[in-house]
C-alpha cells in the first residue's frame, strides 16, 4: 500500500469536526461515561486569557448569555414603560380634546398639552388658510401661524411628503420658521402633517436635545396624536 493510499485512507476513516460537533449533540451523556476525558480537555485562550477547562469555558458562555438576555429584558422593559408613559399622555389630550368646545379652546388644549404633558421644549400650530377660510370669525392665537400650503411646501416641503410625521435635526433657518414665538438655536423636530377628509395643517414640536427626535424612531404614537387633534379640529373649521 502507498504512502498516498494510506494517508487517503486515514483521511477517510478521520470525522469531520461537524461530524464530531453532530454525534455530541446526539449523545449528550458522551462525557458521563468519559469523565477523564472532560477533566483533561483545554480550551486554548480566548482574549488573552489562560487556557481553561471546557466546563469553566460553558459556564463563562452561559454567564455572558444571561448578561445579554437581562440587558435586552432590561431594554424591553424601557420600550414598554416609555410606550405606557406615551399612550397615557395621548389618552389625556384625546379627553381633553373631546371636552375642548371651540376652536380656540382646541388650540389651547394642544399647546398645553404639549407643554405640559409631553414636556415639549417648542411648539407651533399651523392651519392652511383654506381649511379656515369659511369661518365667520378670524383665529388670532399666538401658538397659531396661518399660511397657505404652497408656503408650507416653500418652507419645509421636503420634509411633508405623504402625509407622514417627519423626524430629525433641522437646521437653523428651519427652526426658526417652524416656532416663531421661541428662540431655538439647535435641536431635533417632529412635523405632524394633520389631515382630515382634507389638508388642514401641521403641528411642530421640538426639543432642545438634537437626539430628541431622530428619523428611526417609531412614530407609532405621534400619528396617533395627530390623527385626534386634526379629527377635533376639523370639528369647528
Not at 164 to 175: D, I, K, P, W, Y
Amino acid at each position: 500500500m502507498t504512502e498516498a493510499v494510506a494517508a487517503k485512507k486515514k483521511a477517510q476513516s478521520t470525522p469531520t469536526a461537524a461530524q464530531v460537533a453532530d454525534y455530541l449533540r446526539k449523545h449528550p451523556e458522551f462525557f458521563d461515561q468519559q469523565e477523564q476525558l472532560l477533566a483533561d480537555l483545554q480550551l486554548p485562550p480566548a482574549h488573552g486569557t489562560a487556557a481553561i477547562s471546557l466546563s469553566d469555558r460553558q459556564v463563562r458562555i452561559m454567564r455572558e448569555r444571561n448578561t445579554e438576555l437581562r440587558n435586552r429584558l432590561s431594554q424591553l422593559v424601557a420600550v414598554a414603560r416609555d410606550n405606557e408613559r406615551l399612550f397615557e399622555q395621548i389618552r389625556r389630550l384625546g379627553l381633553a380634546l373631546l371636552e375642548a368646545d371651540s376652536l380656540d379652546a382646541v388650540v389651547s388644549t394642544i399647546q398645553n398639552s404639549m407643554c405640559r404633558d409631553f414636556h415639549m421644549d417648542h411648539a407651533h400650530l399651523f392651519l392652511y388658510d383654506a381649511a379656515i377660510q369659511n369661518r365667520s370669525t378670524p383665529l388670532v392665537h399666538a401658538f397659531v401661524t396661518t399660511l397657505s400650503q404652497a408656503q408650507a411646501q416653500e418652507t419645509v416641503g421636503s420634509r411633508l411628503q405623504d402625509n407622514q410625521v417627519s423626524c430629525g435635526a433641522f437646521r437653523n433657518t428651519e427652526l426658526a420658521l417652524l416656532f416663531p414665538q421661541q428662540e431655538m438655536q439647535q435641536g431635533s423636530a417632529a412635523l405632524i402633517p394633520l389631515h382630515y377628509q382634507h389638508p388642514l395643517g401641521v403641528l411642530a414640536i421640538g426639543s432642545n436635545d438634537p437626539s430628541h427626535f431622530s428619523p428611526s424612531m417609531d412614530r407609532l404614537f405621534v400619528s396617533w396624536m395627530g390623527d385626534a387633534i386634526a379629527r377635533r379640529l376639523a370639528t369647528f373649521l
